[in-house]
């Protein structure tokens, strides 16, 4: 199983930007597609977005579209999503995560899980 430790959350005020990263160990790593997703207190985690083994396709949750990328370097085993233009209500706990599709991170059905970096966002 992979193992993923997210880092790069912080706080950063409204309209500013945010480089999350994921480092993960196992020899499998390239083999899975990666996603995102955050979990505000009292909410649901939601799906942000996912990127395929190959980073060939990338998708993305419809509120964030056109403020985060995703992207991964398979060499050295990291995935990131860079955010612009955050909102206070984007404020949460960003998790990184495996899966064996990006259909099944965009349904939340990840396989390994990080322990998650807190972004908060002021007004």
């Known amino acids: 199983q992979v193992q993923l430790v997210e880092s790069g959350g912080g706080l950063v005020q409204a309209g500013g930007s945010l480089r999350l990263s994921c480092a993960a160990s196992?020899?499998?790593?390239?083999?899975?597609?990666m996603g995102w997703s955050r979990q505000a207190p009292g909410k649901e985690r939601e799906f942000v977005a996912a990127?395929?083994?190959?980073?060939?396709?990338?998708y993305y949750a419809d509120s964030v579209k056109g403020r985060f990328t995703i992207s991964r370097d398979n060499a050295k085993n990291m995935v990131y999503l860079q955010m612009n233009s955050l909102m206070p209500a984007e404020s949460a706990v960003y998790y990184c995560s495996t899966g064996i599709s990006t259909a099944a991170l965009v349904q939340g059905r990840g396989n390994s899980w990080g322990q998650g970096t807190q972004v908060t966002v002021s007004a």
């Open positions: 990127i395929t083994w190959s980073a060939g396709a990338t």
């Open positions: 196992g020899r499998t790593f390239s083999s899975y597609a």
